[in-house]
């Protein structure tokens, strides 16, 4: 469903994000995400006057992963940027992305490491959107969605799910959104074996389990998929 017809308005401002995943033939994954603002005019810098047709912003974050959601490689790069050659001072920050899991405080951990001054405002932004990403990369490609358990658990290897294993938790994805709550129609006809479960619990989530409550608990889930 669109959204409703707007009112009468001019176009000031375009923000893109794109994000797009890849799987490597060396069994790792590429997570790419690019940041792009524009604007249909010419604007005004500090630096000077960036014409029509150039972004102000043209950012990039690379991550290489493991199946488990490990960063074991991380890149970032300022193509275009408001202060040329300034603002891509702050690329090798992103470095310290690798150790990290995209399910286990993620957003969390890489705010903590480039916090203020230590990075791009932009490009850091773009990290609050990696694990979700990952986790629609990964699903059925690299874990089966329709089994349950949670994403990046040895049990969710492409062997295990093969062999018709079940689990004892839900598909990771029911309980998170409307749509999918348990009592809700979708996982009465989709879902049969899960209509009526209880609501999952702190033990469910796919965080670290020293979160401070069941809120934070699920602040690595993306917001479309909780309540």
Request: hydrophobic content about 40%; overall charge neutral.
């Given at each position: 469903m669109p959204l409703s017809p707007p009112v009468s308005r001019q176009l000031r401002h375009r923000r893109a994000i794109r994000m797009e995943a890849f799987e490597r033939e060396d069994g790792l994954w590429d997570i790419e995400a690019c940041l792009t603002d524009e604007k249909p005019r010419?604007?005004?810098?500090?630096?000077?006057?960036?014409?029509?047709?150039?972004?102000?912003?043209?950012?990039?974050?690379?991550?290489?992963?493991?199946r488990t959601f490990t960063i074991v490689d991380a890149e970032a790069a300022s193509e275009w940027a408001p202060y040329t050659g300034l603002c891509a001072a702050s690329n090798?920050?992103?470095?310290?992305?690798?150790?990290?899991?995209?399910?286990?405080?993620?957003?969390?951990?890489?705010?903590?490491?480039?916090a203020g001054t230590t990075g791009c405002t932009h490009i850091t932004e773009l990290c609050a959107v990696l694990p979700t990403a990952a986790i629609q990369a990964f699903a059925g490609e690299v874990w089966n969605t329709e089994k349950g358990g949670a994403p990046g658990k040895p049990?969710?290897?492409?062997?295990?799910?093969?062999?018709?294993?079940?689990?004892?938790?839900?598909?990771?994805?029911l309980g998170r959104c409307n749509a999918l709550r348990f009592d809700?129609?979708?996982v009465r006809q989709y879902y049969p074996r899960w209509f009526g479960h209880a609501p999952r619990g702190t033990a469910d989530r796919i965080t670290d389990q020293d979160q401070d409550n069941a809120k934070k608990a699920g602040s690595e889930v993306e917001p479309a998929q909780r309540n």
């Open positions: 010419d604007v005004k810098l500090a630096t000077g006057v960036r014409p029509q047709g150039l972004p102000i912003h043209e950012l990039w974050l690379r991550i290489t992963i493991d090798p920050a992103y470095r310290a992305l690798i150790g990290l899991n995209l399910v286990q405080n993620f957003r969390r951990e890489s705010s903590r490491l480039l049990s969710d290897s492409s062997a295990g799910t093969a062999a018709g294993a079940e689990s004892d938790k839900p598909p990771f994805q809700g129609e979708a």
